[in-house]
Structures are given as C-alpha cells and as structure tokens.
C-alpha cells in the first residue's frame, strides 16, 4: 500500500506543478486562485491525463497549466448544455408516464402501490416491490409543500402529484416495468423509438444526468449499459470493433443520439449549434490535443455533426 499524500497548501501545489511537474504558469497568482475555486484533486485528478505522454507520468512538453483549465471549462459548459437537454427529457417522460397510467388506472394513489398494475412478471417482481416501497415513502415525505398540500387536503396524491418527486432512476424503473401498452403510448410520442430501444435510453441517460448534476466529468465517461443499434449508427457510418459500433453506444455520443429521438428537431438544432461552438472553442485552445482526439475522447465520430441530416422515419 503506498503511502497517504500529505496535505499541501496551495502555494506549494504550485510549486509542485511547475517545479516537479514542469508545467507552464506563466501566472502564479492566477494558478493559486484556480485551485482555490476548483480543488487540485478536481482540476488535475480529473484533466491531466490527456496531456500526459503514454505511458509515462511525464506531460507533454509545453502543457501548461491553462490548458488543462481550459480541458475542465469545456467539460463544465458540457455539462450545463447536455443536464439543461437532460431535464427538458425528463420532463416530458414525467408527463407521459404520470398521464397514460392515470388514464388506465385512475388517480387514487393505491393504483400505483398496487404491483399488479405494472408488469408484474417473474424477471420484474423485485424491482417493482422496490419501486412501490419508493412510491410508498414518497406519499408521506414531508419535504415537498404539494405533497403536504394533496395529503392533508384530500388524503391522496394522485399519480400526476407524486411522480414530481421522483428521480430520473426512478422513473427509468418504473419505465422499464409499465405495462406493456402504456410503454407502447409513451414511445408514440416520439416517432419511431419502440418499447425495449425507449428502456436502453432512459437507462442510459439516467446515468449521464447524474454525471452532470454531481459535477463530474463528463466528456470522456462512459456507462457499463448500452443503447440499441439504431439507423443513425449506420448511416453515419460508425466503424464496427466486430459487431459492436465503436461510437454512440454508452459514450456522450449515445446522448446526443438519444437526444435526436427524444427532443423535438427545432430543440436538437440549437443544442448542436451550441455543442458544435463548445467543441470548436475547445479544440481553438487545447494546442496539446488535436481535435480528432477530443472527438474520439468524447465517443463522437470525425462526421458526428451529419447526424440532423438523415431522417429518423426510414
């Protein structure tokens, strides 16, 4: 077991990355404020791999530390753009799930305790017993004006009430265990996505929110889960490592993919105007990795911004 790394002030953390490190500070001070803002842990433990030489703990000769500034800036502007996309989703499951299962089931909150108005098969059973000891608590917390408001009120908080107070796992379970038919109602909404491709997608995305919301890094993760092989994959070409498509599978790629699916086509072009500055910005400032490699980085094949000009319907 190695040793435990000893505190370090932030005047001596730049002097271990200019001294030891050799990085370039052409502003100390400013370097100083960075690690106050951010944390060395964040900034370096999370960005400097990139500009490391391979294989080596050495970096690349000219890395300076701005750079690796610039590395995390992006990725932060990454993650406000995809989590402001991620909850307009999240939304929009929350309002089809809440409705389609009130219209089948009514709106007294014992339909959703009930395990039998879900798909209650043998693969399903344990999660939906989870998911309805979730609903159960979410009907008595105290932590939400609305939920007080229904339960004293009325003595029952509709589904359309209660849903509002899940997380988007929450929803993704209960998703993944709907009857079938209102799984069916839901993926209407969205063309041409079916029931099983619907599930991988939420799944997926489930994963990426909580990346954005906790703060961590985004650009470069990847989830265990995959979406399914879409028309988008060969259309764009993707390349193959043997049957699997080395891009757009559980990368940030597979989000924007996701993303094609599932927001309205007049939303998708505004994100990827506004990806397609992030990533030129990004690839302006980082003298130290080419764009090519950012791209891979990221999961996003060299001609990912042709993904608006195939239709989804064919």
């Known amino acids: 077991m190695l040793p435990q790394k000893k505190f370090s ?11 030891e490190k050799k990085l370039v500070i052409s502003d100390r001070q400013y370097a100083e404020d960075v690690l106050k803002r951010i944390g060395y842990f964040s900034l370096m433990g999370g960005y400097k791999h990139l500009f490391r030489i391979p294989l080596t703990k050495k970096y690349k000769e000219g890395t300076s530390f701005e750079e690796i500034v610039s ?29 389609y299962f009130s219209e089948q089931y009514g709106e007294a909150q014992s339909a959703y305790l009930d395990v039998n108005n879900f798909n209650n098969s043998h693969r399903n059973h344990n999660t939906i017993l ?17 939920i007080n408001y229904y339960r004293t009120t009325y003595g029952n908080i509709p589904m359309w009430v209660l849903i509002n107070v899940l997380t988007f796992g929450n929803l993704s379970k209960m998703y993944k265990v709907f009857p079938q038919s209102l799984q069916s109602k839901v993926c209407k909404n ?57 891009y757009g599978k559980n990368d ?63």
């Not at 995390?72 to 309002?95: A, C, G, T």
């Not at 000891?133 to 939400?144: G, H, I």
Request: proline share 3%; hydrophobic share 40%.
């Open 71 to 99: 590395l995390y800036e992006f990725d932060k502007d990454l993650r406000e753009l995809f989590f402001k996309y991620l909850l307009q989703i999240e939304r929009h499951i929350r309002s089809l799930m809440s409705y």
């Open 9 to 19: 002030t932030f005047l001596e953390q730049v002097d271990w990355l200019q001294g």
């Open 130 to 146: 989870h998911l309805t000891a979730t609903l159960q608590r979410a009907t008595s917390t105290t932590d939400y004006e609305y």
């Open 252 to 314: 940030l790629f597979a989000v924007v993919i996701a993303f094609r699916y599932l927001i309205p086509n007049k939303d998708f072009q505004i994100f990827k105007r506004k990806l397609c500055t992030l990533i030129d910005y990004a690839s302006k400032n980082l003298v130290h990795i080419d764009h090519i490699e950012l791209l891979s980085r990221m999961g996003f094949p060299p001609n990912w911004n042709n993904i608006s000009r195939y239709r989804l319907n064919s």
């Open 190 to 246: 969205f063309g041409i996505i079916n029931r099983r491709q619907m599930e991988q997608f939420l799944s997926v995305l489930t994963k990426f929110r909580n990346v954005c919301a906790h703060g961590e890094r985004l650009f470069t993760y990847r989830t265990i889960d995959n979406i399914s092989d879409l028309p988008l994959h060969k259309k764009l070409s993707i390349p193959r490592n043997g049957i699997q498509y080395q």
